[in-house]
């Protein structure tokens, strides 16, 4: 990955890459820099956000103001790596989709996303299936949804949410 080739571009997919935490500098450095970039796919790679090469990553995504989609698709995020994410998202102004499919946040992680969304006004599509979310995740998102009123798709399939989760939901839901 080049600086120079990436910095002026709009869209960037570096999916199934075997990119892990500490690949992630020349893309810090773009989400610092560039004007004009609007996607960042990472989808299949192994990037945890959890590392201390990864917080610098993370802190230039709160800051950044142009990119609008994130994908992390089939990482290895974890709650670390969500949690940083979410101190990210506090301050976004400008990302609208974020995509987290497959990456095991579970309940923390969960909570961790549900915090920022209390705060964030900006993101409209939030992808957390098959994160390991239980009934205890379901209802601090449930929490964040009756404050946030920005989100228009939610996808929470293939996780372990049970009834109890689901009527907290529901619940949220249909008060927003």
């Not at 299949?44 to 201390?52: E, H, K, P, Q, V």
């Not at 990482?75 to 095991?104: C, D, W, Y």
């Amino acid at each position: 990955m080049d600086f120079e080739t990436l910095v002026n571009k709009k869209k960037i997919v570096l999916v199934g890459k075997d990119l892990q935490d500490g690949d992630l500098s020349v893309l810090t450095e773009v989400l610092l820099k560039s004007t004009v970039l609007k996607e960042l796919n990472l989808m299949c790679n192994r990037i945890t956000l959890a590392s201390d090469d990864s917080e610098t990553f993370t802190n230039a995504l709160g800051s950044n103001r142009t990119l609008e989609v994130l994908s992390l698709y089939n990482n290895t995020i974890g709650p670390l790596g969500a949690k940083r994410l979410a101190s990210a998202l506090k301050s976004n102004k400008s990302l609208q989709q974020l995509f987290l499919e497959g990456n095991s946040i579970g309940n923390e992680g969960a909570k961790s996303i549900a915090d920022a969304l209390v705060a964030n006004a900006s993101l409209h599509v939030l992808i957390l299936r098959s994160n390991d979310i239980s009934d205890d995740g379901a209802q601090s998102l449930a929490s964040a949804f009756l404050f946030n009123h920005s989100l228009r798709v939610v996808l929470l399939g293939e996780n372990q949410i049970g009834n109890v989760g689901a009527q907290h939901l529901a619940d949220a839901l249909e008060y927003n």
